[in-house]
């Protein structure tokens, strides 16, 4: 946690790890409802790390800023009777997402641009374009109640397979 600064009012990072958790039925269920293409089940492993970060500034002219990463890997048993038979999955979620106070079009669209150009750089599945990642975004920052999203956007993705391309992106 900073706080206290001359720009930066307060902030925190924080990093979570689990590793060796056992899945739950339920979360097993859950796994297999999002992720087809590994047989989980309940009493599998699985590890998992984040990284969040947020940024509240002093003035009100400069935006909040809140970005997070985290991988997920669940390891499951082939054979029941011999737990040396596993296979492996993993993939990532994460993203970034701007609160500003006061609106300067020129910080929003260089924002915007920047996770742009980001995505444009890597290979990355069909399903992870800048556009459906914003579009995630705004879904998920939208406050119903109030009939309007929070902040300017950002991205949002989860269920992202993890491969070297898509390692490259999250770094």
């Known amino acids: 946690v900073i706080q206290g600064g001359d720009i930066i009012e307060k902030g925190a990072c924080s990093f979570t790890l689990i590793q060796k958790g056992v899945l739950s039925a339920e979360r097993a269920k859950a796994i297999r409802s999002r992720q087809s293409t590994l047989d989980v089940k309940p009493g599998d492993t699985y590890s998992a790390a984040a ?8 003035s009100p002219k400069i935006p909040t800023f809140r970005s997070d990463v985290r991988i ?8 029941r009777e011999n ?10 979620g994460g993203g970034a997402d701007l609160t500003p106070y006061y609106l300067y079009e020129d910080d929003i669209s260089d924002f915007h641009a920047l ?11 069909n399903e992870y374009t800048y556009e459906t990642m914003k579009k995630a975004c705004d879904d998920y920052f939208y406050l119903p109640a109030r009939c309007e999203h929070r902040g300017t956007g950002g991205i949002f993705f989860d269920d992202m397979n993890a491969s070297h391309d898509t390692q490259k992106f999250v770094q």
Request: proline letters at 3%.
């Open 51 to 58: 990284l969040s970060i947020v940024l509240h500034t002093r």
């Open 115 to 125: 996770y742009r150009d980001l995505c444009a750089q890597h290979t990355l599945p």
């Open 83 to 92: 737990d040396d038979d596993t296979e492996t999955m993993a993939w990532f």
């Open 72 to 79: 997920f890997l669940v390891s499951s048993s082939t054979n």
